[in-house]
């Protein structure tokens, strides 16, 4: 979900601030037809971010906060994003 806290036009910068919910969801690997014990499991994760535009030009960015894991390494896990995109 996003919010838009000032509305702006083409011209002048937009800044969108976002909230995410993201899963990851996997199965056991196998070996030789063979489930590997300390594979697969699930995670959940809250992502707050922005995306900051301007004409053609954005920059976004967010971090990721792991919440609830099933996996085999059960520490949470925070990811980190800074991207930039130009449009032509």
């Known amino acids: 979900g996003g919010i ?3 509305k702006s036009g083409y011209l002048k910068p937009d ?3 976002l909230v995410e919910l993201n899963g990851v969801f ?3 690997n196998q070996l030789n037809g ?3 014990q300390r594979s697969g499991g699930n995670t959940l ?3 707050p971010g922005f995306l900051l535009s301007y004409r053609n ?3 976004k ?3 990721q906060f792991g919440v609830a894991s099933t ?3 059960t520490d949470p896990v925070t990811n980190g994003l800074v991207s930039f995109e130009y449009h032509f």
């Open 4 to 6: 838009r806290p000032v």
């Open 71 to 73: 996996k085999y390494e």
């Open 45 to 47: 994760a809250v992502a």
């Open 34 to 36: 063979n489930d590997l």
């Open 61 to 63: 960015g967010g971090m």
């Open 26 to 28: 996997s199965r056991k």
């Open 57 to 59: 030009i954005m920059l």
């Open 15 to 17: 800044l969108v601030l």
